[in-house]
């Protein structure tokens, strides 16, 4: 099992930034890829962007394209998500996932075993 801890989220100004953090606990993160998703109060849980396991490989949805940044520390077993020139649409509960290696549509999110809890993140236009 790794259970999934995220932190970072808030209220911030379109435009602002945050960076969201995931920590991880229970088996060897660095065995892992993760990902980010994010969910807005009656919409689907929609992928924000993966990296893999050594970090060489990431990928991002175009929403965030160019203003947000997937990166991991396997040493501290977290994952981070830099995010910059948020705006109001960005708004959702934000997800970390950990999973095995995702060589197909790594947006799918029963690709992933393990999920955190969520933390909120509201942007204000």
């Known amino acids: 099992q790794v259970q999934l801890v995220e932190s970072g989220g808030g209220l911030v100004q379109a435009g602002g930034s945050l960076r969201l953090s995931c920590e991880a606990s229970?088996?060897?993160?660095?065995?892992?890829?993760m990902g980010w998703f994010r969910q807005a109060p009656g919409k689907e849980r929609d992928f924000v962007a993966y990296i893999s396991r050594s970090a060489l490989s990431s990928t991002y949805a175009d929403s965030v394209k160019g203003r947000f940044t997937i990166s991991r520390d396997n040493a501290k077993n977290t994952g981070y998500l830099q995010m910059n020139t948020l705006k109001a649409e960005d708004t959702a509960v934000y997800y970390c996932a950990a999973g095995p290696p995702i060589t197909g549509r790594r947006e799918v999110p029963n690709k992933y075993d393990y999920w955190g809890q969520g933390t909120q993140v509201t942007v204000s236009s």
């Open positions: 229970g088996r060897t993160f660095s065995n892992y890829a």
